[in-house]
Each structure stands twice: as structure tokens, then as C-alpha cells.
């Protein structure tokens, strides 16, 4: 991926080599560019209502609802960021629920409402394993409570994740296969229709792959806590990829403009979740960098509006 490098400062830290490689600004061949710096200015109504899930003060979301008496279908929407909480000398906006709330104000136009979560990440007390799965658990199921007086449809209720939150989203979908034994069970999870992953490979083991290259460091290492190898129950329970078949329509986008080595990624998982009965589509978003994906003001939003949907099986 094509970039313009900025004066970041010492390009030998980890971090503020990912600030390079990923999340300054991507130029397109075509011209196009999507640049989180710019994507977090976009102008967007205010969200109806701002509701904590649980104590912590990164335990929230924004809670945005269509025009309209309902019942609306609603979208839970799991931003990206390496899984960790910052990025070299990137303002901490770029790695947080609100690089996505374009996408929020977008659904919303659309007939949807959304659910924009916020949770610990690397970085963060209490972030990692298993507390970032904890939370976006816990920010899901209060949805059974939020239904009845914002007029929520849980039965037209899909997960939406981009880049690393599009791992998560998978994962979310995929709970219900979890062990008893597991830290991450719930009893009754809310059950999803689908769920979209945006330029997210879903596999968190295959992952390791790319981490320094893309994400600077070994952030999927430090995230779970150790290897493979030192903690297997933990990548089989903390990915999609462990728990096929999951059950559930999953629509996986993948942007064009990126190398073989992360489209691999994308391949291997819709492959053997393919293999192993689940219905997943890959379709691509064409002279696509990884935010365009985020941006609906970018030809790449009918993609990503066209699988949503698709899962929700509105106009």
C-alpha cells in the first residue's frame, strides 16, 4: 500500500512505523485518497444518546437511530486500530469509535440504527485478553435492554468491524459456539443475522503473519497474551476461525489495493469456512485502500452498504 510518508518523528519505534505503513494517508491509482485524519472531521449529527455498558470509562457506545417511529434494524459497529488503543503520534480519535461514526451517520440515512462501541484495547487497563472480548460482549447484550425504548428489531441485528474490529465482529458473531469452560462465555448471548467484516482478515492465528509488517509490532502476541503455541485455547476461542462453523451469513470485504500476502488471509478463512458449511462472500471493493471502506463518501460504501444490506434484507 502506497503512502505519504509525514514528519512523524523517530521512524524506528514500532508504532510510528504502522503510522506509516497503515494510517497516514493512502493514495489510490485512481486518484482517490481516504485519510483518517480527515475521515474523523467528517461533519455527523450528534448521536441520539450515549449509554455505558459497564463502569470503566472506556465502556460506552453511541447509540444512533434513523428517522422514524421504528422498529429499526440495527448495525453494532467494532472500530479498528491494531487492537490497540494508540498509534505512535496519531491522536487517539484515529483508533477509537469515533473514526466511525461517518459510517454510523451513513446507516442511519439508510434506514439503520447503530450501536458505535467503545472498549479497552492494548494499552488500556484492563484491555487484551480477555477483557476486549468482555467488553464487546457485554456492549452487545445490553442491546436486549436499549430494545424496547429506542425501538430496536434484535432479530435484524448484525455485527459490522473494520481492520481489526472487523476480526472482532466475526468473533462476536461466533460466541455462541463457545465453551462453558471458556473466560469469554456468556449465557445467552444476543444472537446476530450476520455480520461484515471491512478490510479485517478474521483469522486471529494467521494474523501473526502480518503483524509487524502492518502493525508494527507483535500486537496480536501481545494482545492475547502469548503464542500459539503457549496459549492455543485462547486463539481458537478468540477467533472466528476456532469456533466454524458459526452459523451465521458473513459477508467479507477486502480491499483491492493491497498485496498477496494479506489477501491470503482473506482467502484461507472464507476457504475453510466454506469448507466448513458456513455461507460467506468476499466481495471486493475495486481500487479500494484499507479506509475506503469507512468512508462513505468513497465509491467503496455501496460495497459496504450493499452487503449490509444484503444481511438485513432492507431496500
Known amino acids: 500500500m502506497p503512502s505519504i510518508s509525514l514528519p512523524i518523528g523517530d521512524r524506528n519505534s514500532a508504532y510510528q512505523r504502522l503510522a506509516t505503513l497503515l494510517l497516514l494517508p493512502i493514495v489510490l491509482l485512481n486518484g482517490q485518497t481516504t485519510n483518517p485524519l480527515e475521515l474523523i472531521k467528517q461533519p455527523t449529527p450528534p448521536a441520539n444518546e450515549r449509554i455505558a455498558y459497564d463502569k470503566e470509562p472506556l465502556q460506552f457506545g453511541e447509540l444512533r437511530l434513523p ?5 429499526f434494524p440495527i448495525a453494532i459497529l467494532i472500530h479498528g486500530g491494531c487492537w490497540s488503543a494508540k498509534l505512535g503520534n496519531l491522536p487517539e480519535s484515529v483508533t477509537s469509535f469515533e473514526l466511525l461514526r461517518p459510517v454510523a451517520a451513513a446507516l442511519a440515512k439508510g434506514g439503520i440504527a447503530s450501536w458505535n462501541i467503545e472498549y479497552r484495547r492494548l494499552g488500556n487497563t484492563g484491555g487484551g485478553w480477555p477483557g476486549t472480548y468482555q467488553d464487546i460482549s457485554r456492549a452487545t447484550d445490553l442491546l436486549r435492554e436499549l430494545a424496547p425504548r429506542y425501538h430496536l428489531d434484535l432479530k435484524q441485528t448484525i455485527a459490522i468491524g473494520h481492520s481489526s474490529g472487523g476480526q472482532l465482529a466475526f468473533w462476536l458473531a461466533a460466541r455462541g459456539k463457545l465453551p462453558k469452560s471458556s473466560l469469554l462465555y456468556t449465557n445467552s448471548p444476543l444472537p446476530l443475522k450476520g455480520a461484515v467484516s471491512i478490510d479485517g482478515p478474521p483469522d486471529l492465528e494467521a494474523d501473526r503473519a502480518i503483524e509487524k509488517s502492518v502493525c508494527g509490532g507483535a500486537v496480536v502476541t501481545q494482545f492475547i497474551g502469548g503464542t500459539p503455541a503457549e496459549f492455543p485455547n485462547r486463539y481458537r476461542e478468540g477467533s472466528a476461525s476456532g469456533l466454524l462453523p458459526i ?3 458473513q ?3 477486502l480491499a483491492s489495493k493491497h498485496g498477496e500476502e494479506w489477501i491470503a488471509l482473506f482467502k484461507e478463512y472464507a476457504a ?7 455461507s460467506v462472500r468476499m466481495p471486493t471493493m475495486e481500487g479500494a485502500g484499507h479506509f475506503d471502506g469507512i468512508n462513505p463518501q468513497a465509491p467503496a460504501w455501496e460495497t459496504v452498504m450493499a452487503s449490509v444490506q444484503s444481511l438485513l434484507s432492507v431496500p
Open 67 to 71: 428517522d422514524g417511529a421504528g422498529p
Open 247 to 249: 452459523g451465521v451469513r
Open 272 to 278: 475453510a469456512a466454506g469448507k466448513a458449511g458456513d
Open 251 to 253: 459477508e467479507l470485504l
